[in-house]
């Protein structure tokens, strides 16, 4: 009997047979979505192997690079998800005086996600217990959220960093910018080749009007969490994070979706960069036999233009025409 009719019949797989299917679902990057406590709470979690390795390998990122990159993207990528606006994207950027510099990501609300760090090569010992150092690394400044929607102004705040460690800094973004009681975690765990080895992470939040016990029941179920990665290297799925932080609250899942790392750069966008740079600059170029060349710094893609595409970008050929993803 297949999966499908076993699914349709309400069977269950027989005692110690794994469900493939079922079990390929949970490792792939996804985001999942829901409720507890009548309403009072909601909450999202992610798991996101996949992406920040794609944004390891695309940048070549060091591991405290690639923590720091991976909890802001795992954070765009949740807060991307709570937007109900189709063609909203959401961009933070953590600007800090250590020695990454800048930290770009921007994500929609179908889980796609794109970032990049100002600085990925750079190498710090472990703090003091053990573990990357992201918040010196990061250091001391500010982060920014805009939010961008399509036929109107972007809407943008700014807070203050108080750990550099991302995780810390967003819980209060929420609080600060939002007004928002939220509890926010992101963890990214390298292995010794310095690929990812675990990376996820969640947010739960408190709705107007919350019960002061369902308040105490919540922080009684968060005080023994200590890292994410503890809870991703126990096995657990986004759905059984939210359900294990969430216990005795009645959780409710309502959905779930893919999470990737996407960038939606392509030589007709490059394309259309290289003609910004106006008639007179293409023509010296061809004029000088002198190529054009585009970097995306969000993937790392180059596009190179050749003096002879130059020279018909001139004449009005192959003009691109215009894409909205990221």
Not at 29 to 34: A, C, L, P, Q
Not at 85 to 111: H, P, Q, S, W
Not at 256 to 266: E, I, L, Q
């Amino acid at each position: 009997m297949t999966n499908d009719q076993l699914d349709r019949e309400g069977a269950r797989l027989p005692e110690g047979v794994v469900d493939l299917r079922a079990e390929r679902e949970r490792r792939e990057d996804h985001i999942v979505r829901g409720t507890a406590a009548d309403g009072m709470v909601r909450a999202f979690a992610i798991t996101a192997r996949a992406t920040v390795e794609e944004a390891r390998a695309r940048h070549n990122t060091t591991p405290v690079a690639t923590a720091a990159l991976g909890r802001l993207l795992m954070g765009a990528q949740m807060m991307g998800a709570m937007s109900k606006n189709d063609d909203e994207l959401v961009t933070i950027t953590v600007m800090g005086d250590g020695e990454l510099g800048r930290i770009t990501v921007t994500a929609d609300n179908r889980g796609h996600a794109k970032g990049f760090v100002q600085n990925p090569r750079v190498w710090l010992p472990l703090n003091g217990r053990g573990h990357l150092d992201v918040g010196q690394a990061v250091g001391a400044g500010t982060l920014s959220v805009v939010h961008d929607v399509a036929g109107m102004d972007p809407y943008s705040s700014e807070v203050e960093l108080v750990s550099g460690e991302i995780g810390d800094d967003l819980t209060y973004y929420f609080a600060a910018s939002d007004q928002v009681p939220t509890s926010l975690g992101v963890g990214v765990l390298v292995d010794r080749d310095m690929s990812v080895r675990r990376a996820g992470g969640f947010i739960i939040q408190l709705m107007p009007g919350c019960d002061d016990d369902v308040v105490a029941a919540l922080e009684a179920n968060l005080a023994p969490v200590h890292s994410v990665t503890d809870l991703l290297e126990a096995g657990m799925s986004p759905t059984e994070m939210l359900q294990h932080l969430l216990q005795g609250l009645d959780y409710q899942e309502l959905d779930r979706m893919p999470a990737s790392f996407r960038c939606g750069c392509d030589r007709s966008r490059a394309m259309r960069a290289v003609l910004a740079l106006g008639r007179a600059e293409l023509r010296d170029m061809v004029e000088k036999d002198e190529p054009a060349q585009v970097h995306c710094h969000f993937c790392g893609a180059d596009y190179r233009f050749e003096p002879v595409e130059l020279a018909d970008m001139l004449e009005g050929a192959g003009d691109p025409a215009p894409e909205a993803d990221i």
